[in-house]
């Protein structure tokens, strides 16, 4: 009787120990002796006590080595999650679909030429951006959005460096932008002759032909910050997109 208790006890602490390791990843505690099981004697065949000693302590020393195997296997998988991650930031770049829009080198220089100093508000006056779309291009709206946030940020840095009392005025009277749209290129380039002889900001985006569109392509126009008055001298006839 008291054999069996003790194989039952050897069982009962084996299963918790290969529990307690299952759960916590950490080294087993030492095994406690059992009263009445032998100890410090040789391992028999066929010995209850003596093969559940031997298959406690088979776990134990498995496991840091179990546990080195599952970090290794967990920093393969990040790493290659991350390797996919870069690979479709390549392939998305290589399809074009990061949108790029520039200026001209002519048009640079014919902002530089321009009199944008000469534009002044008046005190309470309210100023506006606008941004005239070419329609002649057939732009989805993501294609847009994005043009137009490059001819937003041309003007912006033009008149920082020609007109920055300006540009301060059009921020402290809520930035006002409105978005139009023109037939064709000839009327886009048409505009933005007919703003820089009013000494407004004119700054047309030619496009990096990475979407859509062929490259060159004049997308999107954007004249001011001006006054209100003045900017619909240029646009006032167009309609909103």
């Given amino acids: 009787m008291q054999s069996h208790e003790s194989q039952l006890a050897v ?3 084996a299963s918790a120990a290969f529990g307690y390791w299952l759960a916590t ?3 087993l505690p030492p095994a ?4 009445g099981a032998s100890s410090g004697s040789p391992l028999k065949a066929g010995e209850p ?12 020393e498995v496991s840091p080595s179990t546990a080195g195997e599952s970090t290794k296997k967990n920093k393969k998988k990040n790493k290659a999650k991350q390797q996919a991650a870069k690979d479709d930031a390549t392939k998305a770049a290589a399809e074009g679909e990061l949108d790029a829009g520039s ?5 640079k220089a014919a902002v530089t030429e321009a009199s944008l100093d000469q534009v002044k508000p008046g005190k309470w ?5 606008v941004l005239v779309v070419n329609q002649e291009l057939g732009m989805g709206k993501g294609k847009i959005a994005a043009q137009c946030g490059h001819a937003t940020l041309a003007c912006y840095k033009t008149l920082v460096h020609q007109n920055p009392k300006l540009l301060s005025h059009w ?3 809520g930035q006002a932008k409105v978005a139009v749209k023109c037939t064709s290129t000839a009327e886009l380039l048409k505009l933005q002759s007919e703003a820089r002889a009013l000494n407004l900001c004119a700054r047309s ?15 999107v126009l954007g004249i001011g910050p001006g006054p209100i008055k003045l900017v619909n001298q240029v646009t006032g006839h167009l309609k909103l997109l």
Wanted: some cysteine; overall charge negative.
């Fill in 25 to 27: 990843g950490l080294p």
């Fill in 49 to 60: 006590i003596g093969s559940a000693t031997a298959e406690t302590k088979s776990v134990a």
């Fill in 103 to 107: 200026d001209s080198e002519d048009e």
């Fill in 11 to 13: 069982v009962a602490i």
């Fill in 171 to 173: 921020e402290q009277t």
């Fill in 125 to 129: 006056e309210e100023c506006k951006l």
């Fill in 32 to 35: 406690r002796s059992i009263p």
């Fill in 205 to 219: 985006i030619q496009d990096a032909g990475r979407t859509q569109i062929a490259a060159g392509s004049r997308t």
